[in-house]
């Protein structure tokens, strides 16, 4: 049997990178997958990438930092499956700024689509969870765990995520819902684009954030790290805060 048979499990952030292939992977384990992302073209591909391959996936628009989109996400994830089992928080925001050039607009919505995303989804997916005892796998960064340089809205906001996954899995460890993260190192997605070296940065301080085994990683082998945590192999494991980073925080 398959980790996911008989799961209904929501991915957003799946149009692309490790949401995409957390969807990918789930669907391929048996999970009856509802895909969401901001960009309804890319995971409408998801979507069809899963089903052309035999699985069951449904895509959906859902912009994460809006709490009442994030209620309708969960309420057609229960109208599809009937339940749901596993709520897996991919989609984020972030990229290099000089901190005397950050804007309060785009702090604000850093930690709205990375912090108050998860909440949102958390907060309408929590009574289902308690039913099906069921969990939350949270993506959160090596950027909630140590200080990265040009990255300040980015590196709260997924410290924020890290403290939101300890906190949700002490309260509710005893009603059997568990809620994990893993936080990736760099991985190869469209998204590293956003944090390259910019005009008066210090590359020194950049290198700390590299693997030690010397490359990126792929989004493979992080959905790999999700997909463990959410079935019920990790059924002991709650408030872990899994790093993939190729040893970049030793
Ligand atoms: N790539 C890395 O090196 C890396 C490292 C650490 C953590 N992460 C985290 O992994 C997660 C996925 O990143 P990725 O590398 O796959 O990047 P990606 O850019 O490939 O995917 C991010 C997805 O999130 C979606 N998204 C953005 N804002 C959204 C919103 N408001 N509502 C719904 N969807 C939204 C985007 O459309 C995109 O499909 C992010 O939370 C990111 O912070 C990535």
């Known amino acids: 049997m398959a980790r996911f048979d008989g799961k209904v499990v929501v991915v957003t952030g799946a149009a692309s990178g490790i949401g995409r292939a957390t969807a990918i992977r789930i669907a391929e384990e048996g999970g009856q997958v509802l895909a969401s992302d901001w960009d309804l073209e890319r995971v409408t591909e998801t979507a069809k990438l899963i089903t052309d391959a035999g699985g069951q996936a449904r895509a959906m628009k859902t912009d994460v930092s809006n709490y009442e989109a994030c209620g309708e996400l969960i309420a057609a994830a229960v109208a599809w499956g009937g339940k749901l089992d596993v709520l897996v928080n991919v989609a984020g925001v972030g990229g290099f700024v000089h901190t005397t ?17 998860p909440f949102n989804t958390a907060r309408h997916a929590l009574p289902h ?10 993506v959160a960064s090596i950027a909630g765990l140590e200080a990265h340089p040009y990255a300040a809205a980015y590196c709260a906001s997924k410290g924020g995520v ?3 996954t300890k906190a949700l899995a002490m309260e509710y460890a005893s009603r059997q819902v568990r809620v994990n993260a893993v936080c990736p190192g760099g991985i190869k997605t469209p998204f590293i684009k956003n944090f390259k070296p910019m005009e008066g940065s210090d590359v020194t301080l950049m290198m700390r954030m590299m693997s030690i085994i010397g490359r990126y990683g792929q989004p493979s082998e992080v959905s790999s790290a999700i997909a463990f945590l959410g079935s019920d192999e990790a059924s002991f494991i709650t408030g872990e805060v899994m790093r993939v980073d190729g040893g970049a925080t030793l």
């Open 101 to 117: 050039e950050e804007t309060p607009e785009n702090f604000a919505r850093t930690l709205g689509v990375n912090l108050h995303g």
């Open 129 to 138: 969870l308690l039913e099906t005892q069921g969990n939350i796998v949270n």
């Open 162 to 164: 890290v403290m939101l």
